[in-house]
């Protein structure tokens, strides 16, 4: 089945340095490349996304870098703030199983 | 408000005792799912539905169970829970397997 692999686990920056998760996916087929933010005690939520047609999106402090040859796909987090400091989760569908599959979680804590 | 609610938020039961954990999404989402929630494990789909009265099994749904009799819920059953199951719970929706996901606020559930 799909195999979405996250890394690393556990990130600690610096306020103000950048901050870059990466994902790896099997299933070519897949073509939504969301990544999620959880805070401490609460539900996941989107912060940005990306499809199959393009390389990469912006959104603020924050990009999704797409490498489908590689099938891998990266957060980009730009002038770190304490508040980015949470668990983030990045997720693939598995197109011809109608289910999706979630990273094991990187845990980023940016030191002030 | 467009949400995602579940119910209960807390549950603490005994092994063996059936128990449903309610969810409820009132922007006329397709694609609804459960999750659980377990140190580095991430978040793990275990049953999901595409529409009404038509559902599937995820990637861990043994020893639960659903049903989509209506398209704004999707409640999630455990017939005979066991203290394996002790978990955190997202139920989530979205338009579509490709879209953007809601995730209800959580069950944290205990199984002793």
């Known amino acids: 089945g799909e195999n979405v692999e996250q890394h690393p686990s556990t990130l600690s920056v610096q306020e103000g340095d950048s901050a870059v998760i990466k994902c790896t996916y099997s299933d070519s087929a897949s073509n939504y490349f969301p990544w999620y933010k959880q805070e401490l005690g609460k539900r996941p939520q989107l912060i940005i996304d990306?499809?199959?047609?393009?390389g990469e999106k912006k959104d603020q402090r924050i990009a999704v870098t797409l490498n489908k040859t590689a099938k891998h796909f990266s957060l980009h987090i730009t002038e770190t703030q304490p508040e980015d400091s949470a668990v983030y989760f990045c997720a693939a569908p598995r197109v011809g199983y109608q289910k999706v599959t979630f990273g094991t979680g990187t845990k980023l804590q940016v030191i002030p | 408000e467009a949400q995602v609610t579940q119910n209960p938020r807390y549950l603490i039961t005994v092994t063996g005792k059936k128990l449903t954990v309610t969810c409820s999404q009132n922007?006329?989402?397709?694609?609804m799912s459960w999750y659980r929630q377990d140190p580095g494990l991430g978040l793990r789909q275990i049953y999901y539905s595409m529409n009404v009265e038509v559902t599937d099994k995820g990637d861990v749904p043994e020893g639960y169970k659903v049903s989509r009799k209506e398209k704004r819920n999707f409640p999630l059953i455990l017939e005979s829970p066991s203290p394996n199951q002790t978990s955190l719970y997202f139920c989530a929706s979205s338009l579509g397997l490709a879209k953007t996901q809601y995730f209800g606020p959580g069950t944290r559930l205990t199984v002793t």
């Open positions: 990306i499809r199959s047609n393009v």
């Open positions: 922007m006329n989402h397709e694609y």
